[in-house]
């Protein structure tokens, strides 16, 4: 469906041409696969233990033989364990040529998946004081620079050209995808500590800034969807880029509202457009100047959904470069101050009252995005009340199932929010 060429070849997930070993090469008792952090080499060494024990990532290729997978199997007609569809994203992509003695396809999502194929650096990367600059020019990903981090984990947890999903796939029975960037890897049970060993080799994270570059780099990847012959060749364009809500929600002619899709006549289907929102909160808080041309190009991007097969790619092409060229390079260089960080807050506080009140598809990343701009706001010295943390903890609770969405709850946890912000 989309990407290729995204970021350039340096901060793609490095599938191509280096040797995958297999994830039993890095799991030695006195290199990956200790049983506890040893704590005298900076990393943990505990990291084959963790992903072994507690991350599903390791589980990912004995997903495919569940029950769920053989009933979504039986639907499309496939069979999981061995589809190329599945196994995109459920395993380790090396090429048959590309893997090494030690590889099994049963170990799913590797070491090798996220960190590079190591044929090349396998040796080398243990010796003391190598620049990671080396590493990579060996094949290892960058994982620690959050533009190549958000690449890497959106490939899979939102798709891409090498990595398709689909609406025929969710309707088969497969879960609707969710990611945010900072979220997600807290939620991956971590195999490095961020201290200050770690930071001083690999350098400080900023939160804010990770989260609106994964959410400039979600739109990025939608937009790359939507242009040319990559929305789908059927009678309809390829839903799983539509908001889900939009089709999947009981009639009811009095729910329709002018404002959340600018241009298009009632009941045209909106994109799943959640980044776009985010970003236009952004740029209100952190570069004013910018806003007017994103939302003017927006809106001509979500008329365009009502204007024949031409004028989406089109528009989706148009606002891609503003996206590039402007956006981007600012949200690289910006870190917000805690006035900002306080005002951005306050903002998605206000949720409740904006067009996008009972929208789940921006609930789920409204509670994602509290936690994390609040963990901004204590890294800056503003640690959170215990009624900012009670706030965070019930919008997570309002969102934990689409199909149990309580709109009244979310809006009392914003509520809360907006309160603790005084
Ligand atoms: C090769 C594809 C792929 C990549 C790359 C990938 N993931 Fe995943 N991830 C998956 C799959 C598939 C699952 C579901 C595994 C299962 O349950 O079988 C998953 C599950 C998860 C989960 C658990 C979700 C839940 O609901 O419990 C988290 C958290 C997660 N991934 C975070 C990340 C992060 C962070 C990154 C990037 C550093 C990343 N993933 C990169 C494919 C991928
Ligand atoms: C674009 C990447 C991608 C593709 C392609 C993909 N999956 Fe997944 N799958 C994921 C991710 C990511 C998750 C975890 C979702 C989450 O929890 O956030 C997941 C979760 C699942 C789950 C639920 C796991 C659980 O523990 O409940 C099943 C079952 C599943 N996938 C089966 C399949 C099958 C069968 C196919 C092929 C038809 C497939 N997947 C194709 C990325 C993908
Ligand atoms: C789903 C993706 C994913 C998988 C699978 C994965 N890692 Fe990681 N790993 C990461 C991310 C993200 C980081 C944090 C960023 C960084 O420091 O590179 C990381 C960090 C590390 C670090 C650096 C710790 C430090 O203090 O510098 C080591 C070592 C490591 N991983 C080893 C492994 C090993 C060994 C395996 C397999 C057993 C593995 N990883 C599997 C994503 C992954
Ligand atoms: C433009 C409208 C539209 C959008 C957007 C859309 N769907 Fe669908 N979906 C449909 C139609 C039509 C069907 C087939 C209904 C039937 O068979 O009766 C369907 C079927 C399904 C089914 C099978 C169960 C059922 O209700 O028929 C699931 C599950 C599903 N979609 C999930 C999703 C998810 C997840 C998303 C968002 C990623 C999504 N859909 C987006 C129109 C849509």
Not at 100 to 114: K, Q
Not at 329 to 350: F, H, M, T, V, W
Not at 385 to 411: K, M
Request: hydrophobic letters at 40%.
């Amino acid at each position: 469906m989309l990407l290729a060429g995204l970021l350039g070849p340096a901060l793609l997930p490095a599938t191509a041409g280096d040797r995958h070993e297999g994830v039993a090469s890095c799991a030695g008792g006195t290199c990956h696969g200790a049983t506890r952090p040893l704590g005298d080499s900076g990393i943990r060494q505990d990291e084959y233990f963790i992903w072994q024990q507690r991350d599903p990532h390791s589980q990912a290729s004995a997903t495919l033989g569940s029950e769920r997978s053989r009933r979504i199997g039986v639907r499309l007609g496939i069979q999981p364990q061995t589809a190329a569809q599945c196994l995109a994203c459920h395993g380790d992509a090396a090429a048959p040529g590309q893997r090494g003695e030690r590889w099994l396809a049963s170990d799913g999502i590797g070491c090798e998946t996220c960190h590079g194929g190591s044929g090349r650096w396998l040796a080398e990367h243990t010796q003391p004081g190598m620049a990671l600059a080396d590493k990579v020019a060996l094949g290892m990903t960058p994982t620690w620079q959050p533009q190549a981090r958000a690449a890497l984990c959106q490939s899979c947890h939102q798709g891409d050209a090498e990595h398709p999903i689909t609406h025929a796939m969710m309707a088969a029975g497969h879960p609707p995808l969710l990611f945010e960037l900072d979220t997600f890897v807290a939620l991956q049970p971590p195999h490095h500590d961020r201290d200050a060993d770690y930071q001083q080799r690999k350098g400080a994270q900023d939160p804010a800034r990770n989260w609106a570059l994964g959410q400039a780099l979600a739109a990025d990847r939608l937009l790359h969807s939507l242009e040319d012959g990559r929305i789908g060749a059927g009678l309809f364009p390829e839903l799983v880029l539509f908001d889900c809500d939009a089709c999947h929600h009981p009639l009811n002619a009095e729910r329709w509202q002018p404002g959340r899709n600018a241009g298009t006549a009632p009941g045209t289907p909106p994109l799943a457009d959640a980044p776009f929102y985010w970003l236009g909160l952004w740029l209100e808080v952190a570069a004013p100047e910018l806003a007017p041309r994103w939302q003017q190009g927006l809106a001509a991007l979500q008329a365009s959904t009502d204007a024949g097969r031409a004028a989406l790619p089109a528009a989706a092409r148009a606002l891609r470069q503003q996206l590039r060229a402007q956006l981007l390079p600012r949200i690289e260089q910006q870190s917000l101050q805690p006035a900002q960080l306080k005002n951005l807050l306050r903002r998605l506080a206000d949720l409740g009252s904006s067009v996008r009140a009972n929208d789940f598809l921006i609930a789920e990343q409204a509670a994602m995005a509290s936690q994390v701009l609040s963990d901004a706001l204590a890294q800056q010295g503003q640690a959170g009340s215990e009624e900012r943390r009670a706030a965070i903890d019930a919008l997570f609770l309002s969102v934990r199932r689409r199909e149990q969405f309580q709109p009244a709850a979310y809006h009392a946890a914003l509520g809360q929010l907006q309160r603790s912000l005084r």
